[in-house]
């Protein structure tokens, strides 16, 4: 059982940065892809960004450029930086490898 929590989401204008994190309870973490869906109600979950286990990034089309996926395996966490944020980007953001889903966090982005 692998127990992910996302952190970091919050209310930013337009044009802002957050940093989201999502850590994960084992240590075995590093040695599988990871990556971050959002949700915005009514909608399925889209793919936002993948990071494969050797660190290799791969963006959705709507955030390349702006959005930037890292992980630190010593600290069984990977990273999505958000940079120049529009209100188009609010969603529930969600951590995800293998089977196992995180609680999400709210990312909202105001005008």
């Known amino acids: 059982q692998v127990q992910l929590v996302e952190s970091g989401g919050g209310l930013v204008q337009a044009g802002g940065s957050l940093r989201l994190s999502c850590a994960a309870s084992?240590?075995?973490?590093?040695?599988?892809?990871v990556t971050w869906y959002r949700q915005v109600p009514g909608k399925q979950r889209a793919l936002v960004a993948l990071i494969t286990n050797g660190g290799s990034p791969n963006y959705a089309d709507s955030v390349k450029g702006r959005f930037t996926i890292s992980r630190d395996n010593t600290k069984n966490t990977v990273y999505l930086q958000m940079n120049s944020l529009t209100p188009e980007d609010t969603a529930v953001y969600y951590c995800h490898t293998r089977q196992y889903w995180g609680q999400g966090t709210q990312v909202t982005v105001s005008t």
């Open positions: 084992t240590g075995s973490f590093g040695i599988f892809p």
